[in-house]
């Protein structure tokens, strides 16, 4: 038995001269697949099942369905489509971005992606989806020295429950960059979860801070999803 975790990071149509189309799913794709995850029987977890899991508690047919980088396009075309069929998500906010753009990379995407301001996320929580942290800057984490790891770490955390009420308990690696040092880090600053870009299944057991999960790529159609989705998958 395993959990299923999807990344996604834009949902809406690239423009023409963006680079890394791939990281798109178009709106009308992403409602397909969630009423395919709907029709199989799927319900979507948080953070805390995904701790009991871990710990060992058997769940069925459980989905996480993860953002990176909340963007603007996620609160708008995404959320509605969750909240239609009843699923929950996890938005993994970079926190000095709020309300900007993806600075990190916009020069090599050749677009800039707005992101969310603090009140689409507000709205967020009080509809029942789960925030977590993305960092301060979206920067590459094993480049940096320990004190700035730990300020990239520690005072997005801080940042996020003074902005919004609530205790934060899970990260995201930018670019999936991590190592050893990086993850005992994050465990330190308080984190209870950090997923990766590894992919796979969530099996029981696994390291909380090394969690995989399931690419969602723009071509990623009813068919690639079931694949994804089979124990076969790896």
């Known amino acids: 038995m395993s959990l299923k975790a999807l990344m996604y990071h834009n949902i809406g149509k690239p423009p023409k001269e963006a680079n890394l189309k791939s990281l798109y799913t178009n709106p ?14 799927f319900t979507s977890i948080t953070s805390n099942e995904i701790l009991d ?13 993860t953002f990176d980088d909340a963007y603007k396009d996620i609160f708008e075309n ?23 753009y993806n600075r990190w990379d916009f ?10 301001c603090w009140e689409d996320i507000r709205q967020a929580l009080k509809e029942g989806f ?4 993305h960092t301060m800057t979206h920067k590459a984490l094993t480049d940096l020295d320990d ?16 902005k919004l009420g609530i205790e934060i308990t899970t990260f995201c690696y930018p670019y999936g960059d991590y190592d050893d040092r990086v993850a005992n880090a994050v ?6 979860l950090a997923f990766s870009v590894n992919s796979g299944h969530i099996q029981k057991g696994d390291n909380p801070y090394i969690l ?21 998958y790896r």
Request: include cysteine.
């Open 28 to 41: 009308k794709l992403f409602e397909r697949q969630i009423k395919t995850l709907k029709m199989l029987g």
């Open 53 to 65: 899991f871990l710990n060992g508690k058997d769940f069925k047919k459980r989905v996480c369905i």
């Open 78 to 100: 995404a959320l509605p489509i969750l909240k239609k069929y009843n699923f929950k998500a996890i938005i993994f906010v970079p926190v000095s971005l709020v309300g900007d």
């Open 107 to 116: 020069e090599r995407v050749k677009v800039k992606k707005p992101i969310a």
């Open 130 to 133: 789960e925030v977590g942290s």
């Open 147 to 162: 004190k700035s790891l730990k300020q990239e770490l520690e005072l997005s955390k801080k940042i996020l429950e003074d």
């Open 187 to 192: 465990k330190e600053a308080g984190y209870k």
């Open 212 to 232: 995989k999960r399931l690419h969602m790529r723009h071509n990623t159609n009813v068919f690639r999803l079931l694949l994804k989705l089979s124990i076969l």
